[in-house]
């Protein structure tokens, strides 16, 4: 079992920034890809951007040159630093570990993000 717990989220005005942490425990060595999703009231939840153990990136496009995702594997810890955000940034954000091999997914509690207009 693998447990996720993420913190940073908050309250911020247009054009802000704030940085996610999502601190991971427990049978961490199949993990290969931890992630950050996003998901809004009446919407599925969608990716924002994961890393790969490898340190392989991949991002939504709307957040592409905005956001940055980063992987501390010593700490099991992964980041997302969030600049210039919009309004429609806000959501809940959850944090992420997979094992792609057995397509086993681990998610957080989320954390709030509101970013004021």
């Known amino acids: 079992q693998v447990q996720l717990v993420e913190s940073g989220g908050g309250l911020v005005q247009a054009g802000g920034s704030l940085r996610l942490s999502c601190a991971a425990s427990?049978?961490?060595?199949?993990?290969?890809?931890m992630g950050w999703y996003r998901q809004v009231p009446g919407k599925q939840r969608e990716l924002v951007a994961v890393?790969?153990?490898?340190?392989?990136?991949n991002y939504a496009d709307a957040v592409k040159g905005r956001f940055t995702i980063s992987r501390d594997n010593a700490k099991n810890t992964v980041y997302l630093q969030m600049n210039s955000l919009k309004s429609e940034d806000t959501a809940l954000y959850y944090c992420?570990?997979?094992?792609?091999?057995?397509?086993?997914?681990?998610w957080g509690k989320g954390t709030l993000v509101t970013v004021s207009s």
């Open positions: 890393v790969t153990r490898s340190g392989s990136t």
């Open positions: 427990g049978s961490m060595s199949r993990i290969n890809e």
């Open positions: 992420n570990a997979r094992i792609s091999a057995f397509n086993v997914d681990y």
